[in-house]
């Protein structure tokens, strides 16, 4: 990727936002062109922009840290498990000090997973499922959501609704006061 484009970021890309947010949100890995360009998690690429368009229309900006389970472009552009592993050491950093993050969502499965091995959590204990809550330390919870990916939007598994409701949710545990709620009985 460097020398196709050396203008890219083309380095690990860190997360955006404050330590001390309420809410953290911990996405795949820096997207080809997205990330890996820009140097900062979901900008510039067709997942930030419902990430970001949903945040900035539940005021949210100020009171998130975005981050990736993976901080470097995956080969073939989709994050394995060895990789996963690799980058534990900064994820572990960026989220397991009590300094803010109160609540963590997890966009995917494998973002659900890096998040549980972060905090040394038993996997088959946390099942990951759209909506779904988990206690992972005595005053952080974990919140699911599909990724906001292109291919969940196309195919309906995951739409903007859903998403708003269950970033609404997740903001509205960290005790972040919204100034327009968007509520479900169901994400």
């Not at 953290?24 to 900062?40: D, F, K, Q, S």
Request: charged letters at 20%; a positive charge.
């Amino acid at each position: 990727m460097r020398d196709s484009h050396p203008d890219y970021w083309n380095r690990p890309v860190a997360a955006s936002g404050s330590p001390e947010a309420p809410l953290a949100i911990v996405g795949l890995a820096p997207g080809m062109h997205g990330a890996n360009r820009t140097g900062v998690p979901f900008r510039g690429d067709a997942s930030g922009k419902l990430l970001f368009a949903t945040l900035e229309k539940l005021s949210l900006t100020k009171f998130v840290m975005i981050t990736n389970a993976v901080k470097c472009l995956p080969i073939s552009n989709k994050p394995n498990g060895m990789e996963i592993d690799n980058c534990q050491v900064y994820l572990k950093r960026e989220l397991l000090p009590q300094v803010g993050n109160t609540v963590i969502l997890a966009l995917g499965r494998v973002a659900h997973i890096a998040v549980l091995k972060a905090f040394d959590l038993q996997l088959s204990r946390f099942k990951f499922a759209h909506g779904a809550q988990h206690r992972v330390g005595e005053s952080r919870l974990l919140v699911d959501s599909f990724h906001c990916s292109r291919y969940n939007i196309h195919t309906k598994r995951l739409t903007t609704t859903m998403f708003e409701q269950v970033v609404s949710h997740a903001a509205t545990i960290a005790g972040i006061k919204l100034t327009k709620r968007i509520t479900s009985d169901n994400f």
